[in-house]
T-cell receptor, first 118, second 115 residues
Framework: AQKITQTQPGMFVQEKEAVTLDCTYDTSDQSYGLFWYKQPSSGEMIFLIY????DEQNATEGRYSLNFQKARKSANLVISASQLGDSAMYFC???????????????WGLGTSLAVNP | EAQVTQNPRYLITVTGKKLTVTCSQN?????MSWYRQDPGLGLRQIYY???????DKGDVPEGYKVSRKEKRNFPLILESPSPNQTSLYFC??????????????FGEGSRLTVL
């Protein structure tokens, strides 16, 4: 069965420093997609970045980058130059592709709470 | 503005009193889904819909119903709510368009408390 593991329940980082949030996944499929979402204290889920299993380069979106190590089944999120507004819960999620039974269900980790200190 | 809108955002109700959480998206997405988020359990899928009049169960459908009569709307119905349905609920949508990442666009969440 597919599974996402986020081993860091909570992380602290100093403002303007970089931080890495860990994510490991388990799947027997060759084709899959990995996502990171941010959930601020207000509750909404905000899409950050996507990595396809066949993508040869690590994904980047502004200050977010994904350190994708396929052989190790890890997809760590790197946030550069942390800002106070980055304080939030961060979730790693995975989906099979092609979509199993056409369901675009995501399998979620339990999240990492990031606090950015001024 | 492209968005998924859920209502109500917050609701306190009592056991057995039927309620509906509405979800509407303005992005013409074919796919819509409901998740619930609980501490220690993460997000779990309740129901999903591939298109109008096409719905199917997710991982935790018991106690819930859905309908998809229009493409933009996907309400979640709790016929007889129970305290174990106290949770944070998310509606999400996604396009079928190939070549996209297919990420889910989420509503702001509906926090439901059943007493």
């Amino acid at each position: 069965a597919q599974k996402i593991t986020q081993t860091q329940p909570g992380m602290f980082v100093q403002e303007k420093e970089a931080v890495t949030l860990d994510c490991t996944y388990d799947t027997s499929d060759q084709s899959y997609g990995l996502f990171w979402y941010k959930q601020p204290s207000s509750g909404e889920m905000i899409f950050l970045i996507y990595q396809g299993s066949y993508d040869e380069q690590n994904a980047t979106e502004g200050r977010y980058s994904l350190n994708f190590q396929k052989a190790r089944k890890s997809a760590n999120l790197v946030i550069s130059a942390s800002q106070l507004g980055d304080s939030a819960m961060y979730f790693c999620a995975m989906r099979e592709t092609p979509y199993a039974g056409n369901n675009r269900k995501l399998i979620w980790g339990l999240g990492t709470s990031l606090a950015v200190n001024p | 503005e492209a968005q998924v809108t859920q209502n109500p955002r917050y609701l306190i109700t009592v056991t057995g009193k039927k309620l509906t959480v509405t979800c509407s998206q303005n992005m013409n997405h074919e796919y819509m889904s409901w998740y619930r988020q609980d501490p220690g359990l993460g997000l779990r899928q309740i129901y999903y819909s591939m298109n109008v009049e096409v719905t199917d169960k997710g991982d935790v459908p018991e106690g819930y119903k859905v309908s998809r009569k229009e493409k933009r709307n996907f309400p979640l119905i709790l016929e007889s709510p129970s305290p174990n349905q106290t949770s944070l609920y998310f509606c999400a949508s996604s396009p079928h368009t190939t070549g996209t990442t297919g990420e889910l666009f989420f509503g702001e969440g509906s926090r439901l408390t059943v007493l």
